[in-house]
């Protein structure tokens, strides 16, 4: 049986990464609509409440009002927006992240894709919690670095278009400096902490690929762990998974686009016994595994398919 899958917000950067993950399966069928009908409801509402599954690439606000628009209990729908993250009844898609959470996103009517700063700072931050390295009312910080396609049409072309008016030449900036991004519910809510990390993003002058940094003061946690430690409780939670992975042990440097364009997450542990301090690093794509990829993957489960159909 081949799947209907509705992609509304196709033409968006994160709509159009999925479809061209998706095109070309002959398991999936991708109905579309005519760019003259994207802002018809009636013509929406078809084809939402027609679909097996509804994939939602648009603005928080607009992906909370399609929801409301599917009527067809059989629907099932992914969220790429942040709208439904941290939402009561949403099942969080990121398979790796606890025992179980596989069977939660197969057996998912309403799935909320991760965002790409979250996946790198949970997939850093919640083994060590679980394993009693980090206690989960620790004052995390995490630093990271991403494409300026993670910003969307908006900083696209503010990065792209030299005739906007908006366009910047700068090769890097910090951004969200209220510390009021909207990726940190997720993130102290999946990473099993108390209190929300302070986090400190910033945007480069590259398309997509991201890094995300928490720096931990091993001296300061209760025992004193070791660098092994760390490396050991990362390792024991994602053992024999395909997209997330331990990188080489004697990286020098890191470059945030050395993953772009598969699904796969590298995570390092670097410091200083020493000093008793420690550098957790995660290398990711910001429209793969922190996006588009991270949804076909879903996607794959929801339908029972190998998780790895379609992606690198």
Not at 101 to 116: D, F, M
Not at 139 to 145: E, F, K, T
Not at 272 to 295: F, P, T
Request: a negative charge; hydrophobic letters at 45%; aromatic letters at 6%.
């Amino acid at each position: 049986m081949v799947a209907k899958i509705f992609i509304d917000g196709e033409a968006g950067t994160t709509g159009l990464q999925i479809r061209q993950r998706l095109g070309g399966r002959s398991d999936i069928a991708l109905p579309s609509i005519a760019p003259e009908l994207r802002k018809d409801e009636a013509a929406r509402r078809e084809r939402l409440n027609a679909a097996d599954i509804v994939v939602l690439c648009l603005p928080d606000q607009a992906a909370r009002e399609a929801v409301k628009l599917i009527v067809n209990p059989a629907v099932r729908v992914i969220d790429a927006s942040s709208a439904h993250r941290t939402a009561p009844g949403w099942v969080y898609g990121f398979p790796e992240m606890a025992p179980g959470q596989r069977q939660e996103i197969v057996e998912a009517k309403r799935l909320s894709n991760p965002g790409c700063y979250a996946t790198g700072f949970v997939a850093l931050v919640r083994p060590l919690v679980s394993a009693g390295i980090v206690p989960p009312d620790w004052p995390v910080s995490v630093n990271a670095v991403s494409g300026y396609s993670g910003g969307g049409r908006a900083m696209i072309e503010e990065f792209e278009d030299s005739a906007s008016a908006n366009f910047t030449p700068s090769r890097f900036r910090a951004y969200a400096l209220g510390l009021g991004h909207k990726h940190i519910p997720e993130m102290g809510l999946y990473a099993g902490l108390t209190h929300p990390p302070l986090f400190t993003p910033s945007v480069g002058r590259f398309y997509n690929g991201m890094i995300v940094e928490v720096p931990l003061a091993l001296h300061a946690l209760p025992g004193a762990p070791r660098l092994a430690d760390v490396r050991a409780a990362l390792a024991t939670a994602y053992e024999g998974e395909a997209f997330v992975r331990p990188g080489p042990e004697d990286a020098s440097t890191l470059d945030p686009e050395a993953l772009n364009n598969t699904n796969c997450m590298e995570f390092f542990v670097f410091g200083s016994d020493g000093h008793a301090q420690a550098r957790l690093i995660a290398v990711l794509d910001n429209l793969g595994k922190g996006a588009a990829g991270a949804a076909v993957q879903n996607l794959n489960l929801m339908l029972g398919l190998p998780e790895t159909a379609g992606l690198v």
